[in-house]
């Protein structure tokens, strides 16, 4: 079974600062492992994705992400937050075969909140 | 290129009446989803299709919701009696359906569905 932990439902940086929200998965298969952004009223974006290619994945925004096995973890990081960048945030995992796993499970979410 | 198109954006109906939800994919899109997202969650997965093939409906509630995609490019969902309990936005997603890309959903604005 395939799930994700979203550390942190409410995550509020001030604009220019380092931007960290945290995922943890489980998985039994090799995972693949997604970030996508979610504006109001909006459906889901995708950020970026891992799928076993580079450890570290860049995406749109300015946004990237660590896939780190030995911590479980793929967690997104900005260098420096915009207001724009206020959204809520879902991590997602699936396994990388076809069929039955090719499933998004999703994380509950974070909000992200920028102060001027 | 257009993106997936769902129709209506919101939806107020009271309960134990009926309600339809209609998807268009994105053009070529062989893989269509449906997912519930309750409030402050993350999307939850109802229905797959791949084509006109409902390949995974493990999670959809089958008294009282039920899914088509007859010709292979747009979907309708539909609850029939509607419950208080599913207030959601339902969200539409597609992809290409093969090879690594096919881990790549897009996602549509989804309804937003109050049962009163």
């Known amino acids: 079974a395939q799930s994700v932990t979203q550390l942190g439902s409410h995550v509020s940086v001030s604009e220019g600062a380092l931007v960290l929200l945290r995922c943890n998965y489980s998985?039994?298969?090799?995972?693949?492992l997604f970030w996508y952004v979610q504006y109001p009223n909006q459906g889901l974006q995708l950020l970026l994705k891992y799928t076993s290619a580079a450890t570290l994945v860049k995406g749109i925004n300015g946004f990237e992400a660590e896939f780190k096995k030995s911590e479980t973890s793929f967690h997104l990081t900005k260098p420096s937050a915009h207001m724009s960048d206020a959204a809520e945030y879902f991590c997602?995992?699936?396994?990388?075969?076809?069929?039955?796993?090719?499933?998004?499970?999703f994380g509950t979410g974070t909000l992200l909140a920028v102060q001027p | 290129e257009a993106g997936v198109v769902q129709s209506p954006r919101y939806k107020i109906i009271e309960k134990k009446q009926p309600v339809a939800f209609w998807c268009n994919p994105i053009s070529g899109h062989n893989t269509l989803y449906w997912y519930r997202q309750n409030l402050g969650q993350g999307p939850e997965l109802l229905i797959r299709?791949?084509?006109?093939?409902?390949?995974?409906d493990s999670q959809l509630p089958k008294d009282r919701f039920s899914a088509e995609r007859l010709k292979g490019v747009d979907s309708t969902l539909k609850i029939q009696p509607a419950e208080l309990g599913d207030s959601a936005v339902y969200l539409c997603?597609?992809?290409?359906?093969?090879?690594?890309?096919?881990?790549?959903?897009?996602f549509g604005p989804g309804t937003r569905l109050t049962v009163t």
């Open positions: 997602a995992v699936s396994g990388p075969y076809g069929g039955a796993t090719n499933k998004l499970i």
């Open positions: 998985s039994s298969v090799p995972p693949y």
């Open positions: 997603a597609s992809s290409p359906g093969t090879g690594s890309f096919s881990y790549e959903q897009y």
């Open positions: 299709y791949e084509n006109e093939e409902a390949v995974d």
